[in-house]
Nanobody, 123 residues
C-alpha cells in the first residue's frame, strides 16, 4: 500500500525557516510529479509548489516565490520543501501529494496524500 509520510513541521517565529520532508513507500512514484499543498484553519487546501519527475521543473504559488524551495531525491524516494522568511500567514498543515499535469501543464493531485505536518509561525 502506497504511503506518504511528512515530517519537519513545528513552531517558529516570524522570519524563521523550516525544512519539510516527505518520504514515500509501498510503491514507486519516480515517474509522477509531486507537490506540496497546505491548508490553513478555516480555509481550503491550496497548492504551494510542484516539481516534475522528468525534468525537475518547479512551479511555485505567487505567495511563496523567492522564499520556498521544492526539491526531490529520487534515490531516497523523498520530497522536500525548504521554507524561509516564514510569516504568520504560513501557519497551516502541509501535505505532500502525488499528481499529474493536464494538457495546459497545470498540476492536479491524484489520490495520494500524506497525513500532513503542522507548521505554526508566531509573530
Amino acid at each position: 500500500q502506497a504511503q506518504l509520510a511528512e515530517s519537519g513541521g513545528g513552531s517558529v517565529q516570524a522570519g524563521g525557516s523550516l525544512k519539510l520532508s516527505c518520504v514515500t513507500s509501498g510503491r514507486t512514484f519516480s515517474t509522477y510529479h509531486m507537490a506540496w499543498f497546505r491548508q490553513a484553519p478555516g480555509k481550503d487546501r491550496e497548492i504551494v509548489a510542484s516539481i516534475r519527475w522528468n525534468d525537475g521543473h518547479m512551479t511555485y504559488a505567487d505567495f511563496v516565490k523567492g522564499r520556498f524551495i521544492i526539491s526531490r531525491d529520487h534515490a531516497k524516494n523523498a520530497l522536500y520543501l525548504e521554507m524561509n522568511s516564514l510569516q504568520p500567514n504560513a501557519t497551516a498543515v502541509y501535505y505532500c501529494n502525488v499528481g499529474a499535469e493536464d494538457s495546459s501543464g497545470t498540476y492536479y493531485p491524484l489520490g495520494y496524500w500524506g497525513q500532513g505536518t503542522l507548521v505554526t509561525v508566531s509573530s
